[in-house]
């Protein structure tokens, strides 16, 4: 009887031993999941950071917020309070004033962020207040930024890129009349759709000039920024963008990787 008891203790604490092992282990993978990840997609005008974030959120559940999409939807409903200033600003290829764009942004954010794993910012921050800006949300919501990839290419091939770009009127797919042309002429390999649109601000060579100079005057100083931070994986914009997919999925992994550790 004795020996029965002392059998039943050891199968008692074997039990209680396992048990804790698995609580533990399924915490410490839930921190893991639960640890967003958050990078940024920087380069100039047309250097491919839309289309780049697109090939890659969905396999990590991230949302791509791409400033210049959410600032443009903001702008076609008239009841906005901004619309008409960001209308403006828009089609110049001037930055919006900051206050403006980060009440916007941080809206956005707030009412996107939870159903994802974490956020591929595109075309944000910009300038260095609005780095700031990113920081503290970062900081006020408990997570960090993981890293900064920087798209590279040169002006002249910049301007091609821009005068035949044009996306799909219903789910904004991006295509490129010398590039990445629809795989059935006119109709959108997404979604089927036969409308398509050009952006104003390609159309108009002065808007895209400006939008060169900004990025070379303040978005450059955010990038040395991010890089005395360590953050920064140069990729060039122009190797194609299987190998710009490629690059950004290892840099995702590694990410994912480390958080682990
Ligand atoms: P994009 O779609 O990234 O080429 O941006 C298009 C336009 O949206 C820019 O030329 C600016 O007018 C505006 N925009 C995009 N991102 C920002 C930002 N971070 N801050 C202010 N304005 C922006």
Known sequence: MKNIS????????????VCF????NYYFNSYIMSKKINIILMGPAGSGKGTAGDAVKDTYGLLKMSAGDVLREYRKDEKNKYAKTVNEYLNAGKLVPVEIANAIIEDFLDKNIKNYKGVIFDGFPRSEEQAIFLDEY????NQTLDAVVYLKMSPEELVER????YSCAKCGEIYNKVGKKTKKEGVCDVCGHTHFVYREDDADINAIYTRFEIFEN?????IQEY??????????????MEAVKKNLTNL????IENNKK
Do not use: P
């Not at 995702?252 to 990410?255: A, K, M, P, R, V």
């Open 218 to 222: 303040e978005t450059k100083k955010v």
């Open 138 to 141: 970062l900081k006020k919501t």
């Open 21 to 24: 092992g698995v609580s533990l």
């Open 252 to 255: 995702l992994n590694d990410i």
């Open 162 to 165: 821009l005068k035949n770009r």
């Open 6 to 17: 002392v059998k039943l203790k050891v199968v008692i604490f074997l039990l209680v031993v």
């Open 227 to 240: 890089e005395a931070r360590g953050l920064v994986h140069k990729i060039q914009a122009n190797s194609g």
